[in-house]
């Protein structure tokens, strides 16, 4: 099986892969949303990560990076870079890409196959109507910091694997399956003020936040959402880093004026989903995190 065949057979879905550009047509009302994320193995997914895990947090990745926008997923574009072809390999990232693909409706269409160490990058493409995107740069001093979900689960069991230990299954979960909060980031687009998803670490993504819009904030360790097994692992460790630095949480962090906190009590309820107001944005620079005993290093990638 040659590139072409290897294309033909798994990602050609019947939706116009075959030249050198995608040539897709948009509305003058709308606006674009773009990002791009690459994967490389033994440092985003342990090597021995089964091929659906990898499609599914390859794109997940986008897809998340779409809702801190508000973004409706439209299409996006697939670089996979190989050792061999094997086949058997092949079907499962393939089935497992084009089953979350279909869900939340977003497209495949072109892309590149190359040979060397695992990576897949994927290029993702979203649409909203012009002047809506939720930006880094618009928080506000007195806005209320908001978290999705639960942070640190992905980092624990990232650090469980690295020691040798066995993670529970719903940690393994997170760290392989994030789900991207498209619904949630979509809601968010008349009541937020600013959005980020965490990927890297709360504590440099929100630090993102605050260069962007020239501002501080002021957080509390114990308002962190927190799941049974990382709140067990922080009180017998009293290590914050965890939730505060781990990365790959994937959830959404957003600031919302006192005059939209409502809606986010509607939001909560609508989207079954949990929302915590971990502290507040400060005309003063710079991010103080209060309970917090040490320095967190958030994932760096050089």
């Known amino acids: 099986m040659d590139e072409f065949g290897l294309i033909k057979q798994y990602f050609d879905w019947g939706q116009g892969i075959g030249d050198d550009c995608a040539l897709l047509s948009i509305d003058s009302d709308k606006q674009l949303a773009t990002t791009v994320d690459t994967l490389i193995a033994g440092v985003h997914f342990p090597t021995n990560t089964s091929a659906e895990d990898i499609a599914y947090k390859a794109l997940a ?31 499962g990232f393939s089935d497992s890409l084009k089953t979350l693909a279909k869900a939340y409706n977003i497209a495949l269409v072109g892309g590149d196959t190359t040979k060397g160490a695992l990576s897949i990058t994927i290029n993702a493409t979203g649409v909203m109507k012009k002047n809506q995107a939720l930006l880094r740069s618009g928080a506000q001093a007195g806005d209320s910091i908001f978290i999705s979900n639960t942070l640190g689960d992905a980092a624990l069991a990232w650090q469980q694997i690295q020691n040798q230990q066995i993670p529970s299954s719903a940690s393994v979960k997170q760290l392989n399956r994030p789900e991207p909060q498209i619904k949630l980031g979509q809601s968010l687009l008349t009541v937020a003020h600013s959005c980020i998803d965490v990927s890297d670490g709360l504590e ?72 915590t107001k971990i502290g507040t944005i400060t005309k003063k620079t710079g991010l103080k995190i209060q309970g917090l005993q040490k320095d967190c290093q958030s994932y760096q990638h050089f």
């Open 61 to 91: 990745v986008n897809l998340s990076d779409l809702a801190a926008m508000g973004a409706s997923p439209l299409y996006f574009t697939l670089a996979l870079t190989l050792p061999s072809i094997d086949q058997h390999w092949l079907e």
């Open 204 to 275: 440099q993504d929100l630090s993102h936040i605050l260069a962007q819009s020239n501002l501080g904030a002021s957080i509390d360790v114990e308002a962190l959402p927190l799941s049974n097994e990382v709140a067990q692992y922080i009180a017998q460790t009293k290590d914050w880093c965890i939730a505060l630095a781990g990365g790959d949480d994937y959830e959404l962090c957003f600031t919302v004026p006192e005059s939209k906190i409502n809606h986010i009590q509607s939001i909560k309820k609508d989207l079954d989903i949990k929302l």
